[in-house]
């Protein structure tokens, strides 16, 4: 079982950063994939990164590649989403989860853990 906490977010102009953290527990954390997602208003949710569990293989959506950075520090359980030059369009409920599969899982069906989720909203 893995029990996973975002935090981070907040209201940043248009062209600023943040950072997201997922804080996770329990000791298998080390050896699950994980991936952010994300949903706008009205929106489906929709993909934005993926990391395996050693961190050594990322990827990311289109819409995202080149301004955030996914990385994760097993010994702190903890995963990351480094956004930076936001735009409004960025504007969701990011959501971190877990995959059982160790390696870079895109869809998220394949995710078996959520968090509850943290605002980001870019104003232009």
């Known amino acids: 079982q893995v029990q996973l906490v975002e935090s981070g977010g907040g209201l940043v102009q248009a062209g600023g950063s943040l950072r997201l953290s997922c804080a996770a527990s329990?000791?298998?954390?080390?050896?699950?994939?994980m991936g952010w997602f994300r949903q706008a208003p009205g929106k489906e949710r929709e993909f934005v990164a993926a990391i395996s569990w050693s961190g050594s293989n990322a990827y990311y959506a289109e819409t995202v590649q080149g301004r955030f950075t996914i990385s994760r520090d097993n010994a702190k359980n903890t995963g990351y989403l480094q956004m930076n030059s936001l735009k409004p369009e960025d504007t969701a409920v990011y959501y971190c989860a877990a995959s059982r599969l160790p390696a870079v899982v895109v869809g998220g069906v394949n995710y078996d853990y959520w968090g509850q989720g943290t605002q980001v909203t870019v104003s232009s």
């Open positions: 329990g000791r298998t954390f080390s050896s699950y994939g």
